[in-house]
């Protein structure tokens, strides 16, 4: 699980929290389809950045984990193609396979998603983790 590394921690750019709002907001609420998230940054593991998302049409809460670049470049590294599942994924937009991993959403109710950009039109968009993943 990505969330138990123990890598020592770096510097590295701070992430916006105004940026995962927008990219929760292009791609609506999965619960209400509203595009009225609110977005705060809280603590988090050391080699994470953690977010708590709040919809506030519906309410639906979420926690936002965005893992720096160089980690995922590193656990991209080790796993083979078949757990590279999500740059694989097709763009609901325009058709193109092939995304670029952004951060996940953990729900508080409903079914956790990573939401990924296409490699073509550059949109985020939502990829479910199956369960049993
Ligand atoms: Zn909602
Ligand atoms: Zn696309």
């Known amino acids: 699980m990505i969330s138990s590394r123990s890598t020592k921690s770096s510097k590295r750019a701070l992430i916006n929290p105004f940026d995962v709002q927008k990219k ?8 209400c389809g509203d595009a009225k ?33 160089v980690v995922i470049e590193g656990i991209e ?25 952004q951060f996940r959403c953990h729900l508080e109710t409903g079914v956790d998603y990573d939401v990924v950009t296409c490699r073509h039109c550059r949109r985020p968009y939502r990829k479910e983790i199956l369960p049993g993943r």
């Open 37 to 69: 998230f609110q977005v705060t940054r809280v603590e988090g593991n050391p080699d994470e950045e953690h977010f708590e998302a709040a919809c506030r049409r519906c309410g639906l809460k979420m926690r936002v984990v965005v893992i720096p670049r």
């Open 77 to 101: 590294a080790m796993e083979p193609p078949e757990e590279r599942q999500v740059l694989e994924a097709k763009c609901p937009h325009c058709g193109g396979v092939g995304a670029r991993f």
């Open 24 to 31: 929760l907001n292009e791609i609506s609420c999965p619960a």
